[in-house]
Structures are given as structure tokens and as C-alpha cells.
């Protein structure tokens, strides 16, 4: 009858292990972000990329406790200047009565993206899958000043936001990655812009939430700006489409892969997203959420490897991939 009893406890506590196993695994798979370790190498090259302005996400770090990532401790929420309107994802904070309609414009738009997001990026954060269930803010400012002011707080220091319609304000710890939040400058409302102006800045802000949550922090992963810039731009969803003699000999001659772009006629975006647009075209697209997938935890070598061969010149295939749509584009003009 003993033996009966321990028996019997034994396999009771087996299966009480394998329901708490699965649980902890239902829950964690796939998860983002992750706990970590942020070493003293990756904090230095990120106040590097910050310092130096080479990206447009500032990213800061926070490296010790407390950790409070729910929507109760956004500036939104503590500055009485803010209104907002919120649904299950997103909350949006707007200044000024008149930004109100913006914010609802904002929310409808922003859940039309998610779709499309999962379909490039492969996957969206929804607030179940980050810490805290924190909704994805994003700041309507009502002035350059507040854009700017904006920003800065949301970064904790000063930081370079000219020539810039939109910015995402990204926070790493050893808790994990938040996004403090989007901030759009008023200018994007404006009908001088024309009204896609919102819409396309959303989207590339958007695109970067995700690729920065997805982003291993564990360890320095380099990446050239193109590549970030690039994935932006394209999923604004009207890629340039280069087919142009001028356009294609700077690529050839000035864009290598593992080095950043020229800045000084933002090749980052344009030419950045004309590489995913041939990815997507003589890859696929699954293919390309694969290098995507590789390129969050991996440096760029390692993620071109992930869906070309060794033995191909990528860069050789990119720019005559661009040769020969410039020379269907002629055949189709004179046709005309």
C-alpha cells in the first residue's frame, strides 16, 4: 500500500511539472523581449551610434532597476498637457483640442498597418507580448519646439532631430527593449505635404518598433545604417523605384553592403530600400522575412548567407537586376 502512495505521488508530481513546463514554455515561445544581460560592449556602442547621430531611433539605456514599462509611467500620462484617446494596442497622446481628430485618424491607421507588418517584418507586438502589456504610445506634437521638447524627454537627454518627420524613442535594460514611444511632428498633417504624409511617416516609425523589439541587445550587432533605414523606407510601400543611368553608377560605385550609405543624399532610405525591394522580387518574400529574422540576432554577413549562396555576388545581382529593370523601362517608352 506504500509503494501504491509513492507511486502514486511520484506521478502526480510529474505531471504537476510537465503542466508548469508547458505553461512556462506556452507562454514564453516566441516572447519578445527577452531577459538579458547588457554588457558593458553594447552599451558603449550604443551611446556610440547615439552620440554620433548615426541613427534615427535614439536608443538609451537603463541599467539598473526599477523596471516599469506599463503605459502609468508614459509622459503622456503624467503631463497634464496631454490629452489621449487609447484601443487595445495603441494609445495615442495629442496636444490641443484641434490634434484630436488627428489621434483617431492615427489609431484606424495604425491598426491597418499591423496587418501588413506581420506580412514584412513577420510578426507585430501586441501588448500581451511585451513587458508589462504596454500599448505602443505615439506623441502627436503641436509644434516643432514640442516635437523637439518631446524627444528629448522621452530620451532623457538631447538629441539630433532635424530634417526629421517622425522619430521612435527606444529603451534597452537588462528587463528587456521598450519603446517609450513614437513622436510625429505636426507637419505631417499638413494638407502642403499632402494628406499620404501621415500615413507613410506612421508606417516607417511603426517598422522600426518592430525591428527594435525584435532585436537581439544581448550582444553588438552592428548593422550599417542602410539597413534599418532601408527596411523603413521600403515599407513605406512606395519604394523608389530606381531606373534611372545616374542612380544606379552611385549604387554601383558608392553602396556597399557592409559599409553605411553616403548620408549626403540619404542613400540610406532610397537605395537601402531598393536592396529589400530586390530581395523581395528575386528572393521572395518569405525570403526576406527569413534575412530580416537572421539580421535581429545576427550580423549582416551571417543574414545575406541565410538566403544566397556563398558563391553569388549580391551586390553584382542587385545592380543588374536594376540594368535590366532600366532597360525594360526604355524598351517600354519607345513602344510608346
Known amino acids: 500500500m506504500r509503494n501504491d502512495n509513492k507511486f502514486t505521488f511520484i506521478a502526480l508530481a510529474f505531471v504537476v511539472f510537465a503542466l508548469i513546463t508547458g505553461f512556462i514554455y506556452y507562454k514564453g515561445r516566441n516572447r519578445h523581449p527577452f531577459r538579458y544581460y547588457i554588457t558593458d ?41 496631454w490629452g489621449s484617446i487609447s484601443d487595445d ?15 483617431k485618424n492615427i489609431i484606424q491607421e495604425a491598426n491597418r498597418i499591423i496587418p501588413d507588418l506581420k506580412t514584412t517584418m513577420g510578426k507585430f507586438y501586441y501588448p500581451s507580448d511585451v513587458l508589462d502589456n504596454r500599448k505602443l504610445p505615439i506623441y502627436l506634437a503641436a509644434s516643432n519646439e514640442s516635437y523637439d ?28 527593449t521598450s519603446v517609450e514611444g513614437i513622436v510625429l511632428h505636426p507637419d505631417v498633417f499638413s494638407y502642403s505635404y499632402g494628406q499620404e504624409r501621415y500615413r507613410k511617416t506612421l508606417r516607417h516609425e511603426m517598422n522600426h518598433y518592430v525591428f527594435y523589439l525584435s532585436s537581439d541587445f544581448s550582444k553588438v550587432n552592428d548593422h550599417p545604417d542602410w539597413v534599418i533605414e532601408g527596411i523603413a523606407k521600403y515599407f513605406e510601400a512606395d519604394a523608389p523605384q530606381i531606373s ?25 532610405y532610397w537605395a537601402g530600400a531598393s536592396f529589400y525591394k530586390f530581395v523581395a522580387d528575386s528572393c521572395g518574400i518569405n525570403e526576406q522575412r ?20 556563398d558563391s553569388v555576388d549580391v551586390k553584382n545581382k542587385w545592380t543588374q537586376s536594376l540594368v535590366q529593370s532600366m532597360e525594360q523601362k526604355t524598351m517600354l517608352t519607345e513602344e510608346q
Not at 494596442?89 to 489621434?103: D, L, Q, R, S
Not at 521638447?149 to 532635424?162: E, P, Q, S, V, Y
Open 41 to 81: 560592449e553594447v552599451q558603449q556602442w550604443l551611446k556610440e551610434q547615439n552620440d554620433a547621430g548615426i541613427i534615427d531611433t535614439p536608443i538609451k539605456v537603463q541599467d539598473h532597476g526599477p523596471y516599469d514599462f506599463s503605459n502609468k509611467s508614459d509622459l503622456g500620462a503624467t503631463d497634464d498637457k
Open 149 to 176: 521638447a518631446t524627444i528629448c524627454r522621452l530620451f532623457g537627454d538631447k538629441c539630433n532631430t532635424a530634417n526629421t518627420s517622425g522619430m521612435t524613442v527606444c529603451t534597452v535594460s537588462s528587463a528587456g
Open 244 to 268: 534611372d543611368a545616374d542612380s544606379i553608377k552611385f549604387i554601383s560605385k558608392y553602396c556597399k553592403l557592409d559599409k553605411d550609405f553616403p548620408e549626403n543624399n540619404q542613400s540610406q
Open 89 to 103: 494596442c495603441f494609445i495615442v497622446y495629442y496636444e490641443g483640442n484641434n490634434m484630436e481628430n488627428n489621434a
Open 290 to 309: 527569413e534575412f530580416l529574422n537572421s539580421l535581429y540576432s545576427n550580423n549582416l554577413e551571417v543574414a545575406l548567407h541565410s538566403i544566397f549562396p
